[in-house]
């Protein structure tokens, strides 16, 4: 069974920070190399960071030296350090497994003052 739990969402003003964190059951995170995406208002869903299957990184340029992807292998937790935030980054932030259909519900991003 599918279960991807989110959270660390919440308001901000432009230049705070959040981390959010999404835990998987033991199964998915074993069996896939997860990320992060994010829907922007109005905009087209976007892949923000995720872990590659050469034990890479990969980041969406916009968020390039703000933001963190990070993973604790004993908890099954996957992280987004997320910095120097700005209005642009205002979304819902989804946690999951790239290339599949297996996202969680996805977690409210808002930055403003």
């Known amino acids: 069974q599918l279960q991807l739990v989110e959270s660390g969402g919440g308001l901000v003003q432009p230049g705070g920070s959040l981390r959010l964190s999404c835990t998987a059951s033991?199964?998915?995170?074993?069996?896939?190399?997860m990320g992060w995406d994010r829907q922007r208002p109005g905009k087209e869903r976007e892949r923000v960071a995720m872990f590659q299957s050469d034990g890479s990184i990969t980041y969406l340029d916009s968020v390039k030296g703000r933001f963190t992807i990070s993973k604790d292998n004993p908890t099954n937790t996957i992280y987004l350090q997320m910095n120097d935030l700005k209005p642009d980054d205002t979304a819902v932030y989804y946690c999951?497994?790239?290339?599949?259909?297996?996202w969680g519900q996805g977690t409210q991003v808002s930055v403003s003052t």
């Open positions: 999951g497994a790239p290339g599949t259909n297996y």
């Open positions: 033991r199964s998915f995170y074993r069996a896939y190399f």
